[in-house]
Every structure is written in C-alpha cells, then in structure tokens.
Nanobody
Framework: QVQLVESGGGLVQPGGSLRLSCAAS??????MAWFRQAPGKERELVAS???????NYADSAKGRFTIARDNAKNTVYLQMNSLKPEDTAVYYC??????????WGKGTLVTVSS
C-alpha cells in the first residue's frame, strides 16, 4: 500500500523559512514533487525531482525554494526561504511510480502572515 506522509507546514512570518518533508512508502518512485493549492486557485506544480536528482521549479519558486531527495529514505524535502504571503497554500506531496501512476499525500498547510 502506497503512503505519502507530509510534515513541516505551519505559520511563518514573511521572509521566514520552512522545510517540508514527505516520507513515501509502498513503491519505487521515479519522480517526486511538491504541488500547492491556494484558496480559490487550481493546484500547481512547485518543484519536482527525479530519482537521479534532476530538478524542475515553477518560476515562483526559483531562487527561493530547493527540492531535495533522499532515495535511501524514500523521502523528498522542500526547503522554502524568503516566504511571501502569496506562498500561503496547502502543499501536497506527489510521487509517480514506474507505471506512471500518481500518488498524493493529504497535504500540509503553509501560512505566511505577520
């Protein structure tokens, strides 16, 4: 059974930092990613990383966010720096296996506010 368990969300002031973690189990995942969904908006890709470490970032995340992966722990991280109020959203972990099946975590809320 595939499980993705996110952690690390919370309330942070503008300019602050948070680190999200997603522990995956139950399959081998070729690509792992973070998406987010703000109130009233569609879910959007934030960053992705392949098993070999190739990364891709949304323009809004470039220069501020870093995605990393520990293959031994089947865990993906998202280091978020210089957070802005517009980064407020529910952040979802996504993992794709070799059959191109996508799995999702339940999400973790990030609130950027003073």
């Amino acid at each position: 059974q595939v499980q993705l368990v996110e952690s690390g969300g919370g309330l942070v002031q503008p300019g602050g930092s948070l680190r999200l973690s997603c522990a995956a189990s139950g399959s081998f995942f070729t690509i792992m990613a973070w998406f987010r969904q703000a109130p009233g908006k569609e879910r959007e890709l934030v960053a992705s990383i392949t098993f070999s470490g190739s990364t891709n970032y949304a323009d809004s995340a470039k220069g501020r966010f870093t995605i990393a992966r520990d293959n031994a722990k089947n865990t993906v991280y998202l280091q978020m720096n210089s957070l802005k109020p517009e980064d407020t959203a529910v952040y979802y972990c996504n993992a794709r296996n070799m059959r191109s099946l996508d799995y999702w975590g339940k999400g973790t809320l990030v609130t950027v506010s003073s």
